[in-house]
């Protein structure tokens, strides 16, 4: 079964409980004043060199810092030897059910035969410790912890008791009860990354916009995202949430996704919903088309004019296009080899904007595309190309 025994170093720290809980096979005795010895010496040269003028948590609240010190303690440097240790913490939180206190678990559940170390590490510098008796009941001196072992084993370690007594206090019962009885839910209680608290957010924002009378371009987004399928919305939350930091805007991060979801609604697929018209006749200087777009029925049509429409920047993009009537669509090439789409509305409904040319703001891909559909048009129609794109 081995000597089993526990040792735990508290730190002072305004931020989150700092807390190491190691678990011992073979500590006992000589060996466990050894490790305490050490581990104290190195926590009081650290501050004696470095942090004698403040901000000593600075040190122990890093967490390689907390990584060397669980490591240290594993050493006995007299001896030349090393015990692994085994985190009580992460056991707690892999094994205990639901049922079971961290402090229960941590501190009075544990399998022992040669008692306990504590020390409690303060942002002045000050260390305060104690030992227990193997029923964890008594505070214990380094000195008393080592009465019940044989003389030899006392004389091997009498340097290293004194050094603990003159370097660090000893507990006193209300301070070891508060250590013993603290609240320690922030070792163990799992913690939202930002992006699982992005998602929340996003979410409850996603139900906000539903029911608000905001717009883009003319959409309302209640409309607008009232019409994407739950699964959908989740995806769509959880992929944007992916990239979340704790700085993360969420406000303005919805605000894109939203506005990019009623944008990429108006996108063009251009092999799918365009063509030229029959009588898109090119003529040579500039290089025009005496008619537009269309697509291959009313209602495809119709569709594609509005996509067209909310691709200017025009006011009239926030209106809706109810019948072909209202829209006619021009094409043309420019000397630099770039597609233009312009529109000219009319209608009541737009108002000044009635016979207007509004230029389409084209992206790259449906510029690229547009000029190969028009230059496949006139290789068929025509037997000539277009000029080369610049």
Known sequence: ?????????????????????????????ERMISRAKYVIEYIKNAYDTFYKEGNFHFWYENKDTIRKLKRL?????????????????????????????????VFYGQD??????????????SLKYTFTDYNCNDRLTAHQYMEDYNAEDREICEENTTYIEENAQLLSN????????????????????????????LSMLWGDYLRSKKSYKGILYSDFLSKIPDDKAANIIRNKSRWCNESSDINKLFQ???????????????????????????????????SGLTSKTPAEQLI????????????????????????AVLFSIDSRGNPLITLKLYGEKFGKL?????MVELTPFERYELYDLANEYCKNHYSMSLPSRC
């Open 1 to 29: 079964m081995g000597q089993r025994s526990q040792m735990y170093i508290k730190f002072e720290s305004e931020k989150e409980k700092i807390l190491i809980a190691n678990y011992y096979q073979w500590n006992y005795g």
């Open 73 to 105: 303690l594993d050493v006995n440097f007299d001896m030349q030897d090393i015990v692994l240790s085994q985190d009580i913490i992460e056991e707690f939180k892999e094994e205990a059910d639901d049922n079971c206190k961290f402090n229960d678990y």
């Open 112 to 125: 022992n035969n040669d008692g306990q170390f504590y020390l409690y590490v303060m942002n002045n510098g």
């Open 174 to 201: 209300s301070e070891w009860a508060e250590f013993l009885d603290d609240n320690y839910s922030s070792l163990y209680k799992r913690r939202s990354t930002p992006a699982e608290e992005a998602v929340f957010k």
């Open 256 to 290: 894109e996704m939203a506005e990019e979801l009623i944008d990429e609604s108006f996108e063009i697929d251009i092999l799918k919903e365009v063509e030229l018209c029959d009588v898109c006749k090119p003529s040579i200087e500039p290089l025009k088309f005496a």
């Open 304 to 327: 594609l004019y509005n996509k067209l429409l909310k691709k200017t920047s025009s006011s009239a993009n926030r209106k809706i296009i109810t019948d072909t009537s209202e829209c």
């Open 354 to 358: 009635k016979g207007k040319p509004e």
